[in-house]
């Protein structure tokens, strides 16, 4: 056996090992705040997972952001936490790209109000959508716990083409002091063989690769969206990031995202200098 196919059997052992934690399982991240982590696989083969978000609000029902699989034992726990659904305040969709189960969501809670990105409502038409994100006053709709900004330099409308999945809308939840970001921010909670491939290590937290085509394309936009990053870290007292890819911080998060935007300025500088 050469050693390209032996790397390889590592690498899917490694990812089946990742896959099995927790998934489907809501994990207690703060008060209030439960993430859950999902399948999703890049190639077949390698699980860089997807995650959503169960948030109590003070009126004691419970906010959903973003979508998973929604196996019979995730229905379940779903069901026990909200009343077979009663208690679902509503569910939200922050990345546009991200839109592959609310579909199955909506067939289990066809009476809760669902919104999403402008693209949700543009690709899933099976869904009675009762707003966008792009809307200020459905972003506020549950202040003061949780907060949604977008990020500014970016493209949330419509992204393109079709694989910049770099944007979305960030939500913080102040009880939990938690971040939830899909792709736009992702960081390694473990060390896999095919991550090392990529040149990421356990602790690494990176912005996504489709930074390039995710911002606009005039030189401001590298350091709008820098900007925009150190405003939240300012204006948000986060100590956890839940996030789509990869993994989650757990504490620490505020100075990691911090580290993470410096050790970036390079790769502003490069991408400001390109769109000259
Ligand atoms: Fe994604």
Request: charged share 20%; aromatic share 10%.
């Amino acid at each position: 056996m050469n050693r390209t196919i032996i790397a390889l059997l590592i690498a899917i052992i490694a990812t089946v090992t990742i896959a099995d934690q927790k998934i489907g399982v809501p994990v207690l991240i703060g008060p209030n705040f439960w993430n859950i982590r999902g399948n999703f696989r890049v190639m077949a083969v390698v699980n860089i997972h997807t995650q959503m978000s169960v948030i109590k609000l003070p009126n004691g029902k419970f906010l959903i952001v973003d979508t998973i699989d929604l196996t019979s034992d995730l229905k379940s726990a779903l069901d026990r936490m909200t009343n077979n659904g009663a208690n679902i305040e509503a569910i939200i969709g922050v990345h546009p790209f991200h839109t592959t189960y609310f579909k199955a969501f909506y067939d289990a809670y066809p009476t809760v109000p669902f919104y999403g990105t402008p693209r949700h409502l543009r690709v899933v038409k099976d869904i009675p959508w009762k707003g966008d994100l792009n809307q200020q006053n459905i972003r506020n709709k549950w202040n003061p716990d949780v907060e949604i900004r977008l990020p500014a330099g970016a493209e949330f409308v419509n992204p393109q083409p079709e694989d910049n999945h770099f944007n979305s809308a960030w939500l913080f939840h102040k009880p939990s002091r938690t971040m939830h970001i899909d792709d736009t921010v992702i960081y390694a909670d473990e060390d896999s063989l095919v991550l090392k491939i990529f040149g990421i290590k356990k602790g690494d937290m990176i912005f996504h690769p489709k930074i390039d085509p995710g911002l606009y394309n005039y030189p401001a936009a590298p350091f709008e969206f820098r900007d925009w990053v150190l405003k939240v870290i300012k204006d948000w007292d986060f100590d956890n990031i839940v996030c789509a890819h990869l993994g989650n911080k757990l504490g620490g998060a505020k100075l990691k995202l911090n580290q993470t935007v410096t050790a970036a300025e390079p790769l502003f500088r490069k991408l400001s200098e390109k769109r000259k």
